[in-house]
Each structure stands twice: as C-alpha cells, then as structure tokens.
C-alpha cells in the first residue's frame, strides 16, 4: 500500500514562505493516477482541507489559501509539493500529505477521511 512522508515544515514570521514536500512511495499503480492532497490540523480542531491534486489534473484549493498557496506534483519523482506565501498566523499548524488509490479527491472541504495513507505530518508555526 502507499506511504506517504512529510518534510519542510518551520517556524517563519507572517508574510514568509515556506515549501512543503511529500515523498510517496510503494505505490499499487502509478502515483499519477492517485488523487494526493494537503490537509492541516491544530490541537482541539477538526482536520481541515488545504488543497488537492488528482489524477486528471484537477486542483482545488480550500478558500482560506487561495492566491496564497500553491500545490503541485512530478509523479516521475513521486513528489507532491505545497508552495506556501503570504502565510499568516491563522496557518498555523500540522500538516498532512495523503494519498488516496483514486482517479478523483474528495472535496477539499471534507476532513480527508476516506484517503487511503497519512504521513505523520509536519508542523507550520507562523509567527506574528
């Protein structure tokens, strides 16, 4: 089955950038026809959607990020990736890559539940 792995997180003050990576590996078929995605965390809260990649190319951001956050993937490397500006407080948090064996991502808005491997997230704290 898939695994997925985090790294890039940091502590940055509001208005830096920071890149997130997720490397993928064992995949059942081709990481291109897997949807991939970013999620994120914080004590005490639900997991909210950040942005998602499937496998036909669609993106889709959650609302909170747009023009700010950018995802992108090089399924030869099995790399997914979140370019992340602009960041302010609010963005703080962990933040999960996952991978789901599926031609299409849930709604970004939805808590991730149904994707298939989790790595075991990254933290984002930014400063004010």
């Known amino acids: 089955q898939v695994q997925v792995s985090e790294s890039g997180g940091g502590s940055v003050q509001a208005g830096g950038s920071l890149r997130l990576s997720c490397e993928a590996s064992?995949?059942?078929?081709?990481?291109?026809?897997?949807?991939m995605g970013w999620w994120r965390q914080v004590p005490g809260k639900e997991r909210e959607g950040v942005a998602t990649?499937?496998?036909?190319?669609?993106?889709a951001y959650a609302d909170s990020v747009k023009g700010r956050f950018t995802i992108s993937r090089n399924n030869a490397k099995k790399m997914l990736y979140l370019e992340m500006n602009n960041l302010k407080p609010e963005d703080s948090a962990t933040y999960f890559c996952?991978?789901?064996?599926?031609?299409?991502?849930?709604?970004?808005?939805?808590?991730?539940?149904?994707?298939?491997?989790w790595g075991n997230g990254t933290l984002v704290t930014v400063t004010s």
């Open positions: 996952a991978a789901e064996l599926a031609s299409y991502c849930p709604r970004v808005t939805s808590s991730g539940a149904g994707m298939d491997a």
């Open positions: 990649f499937d496998g036909h190319g669609t993106i």
């Open positions: 064992r995949p059942q078929i081709p990481i291109a026809n897997y949807c």
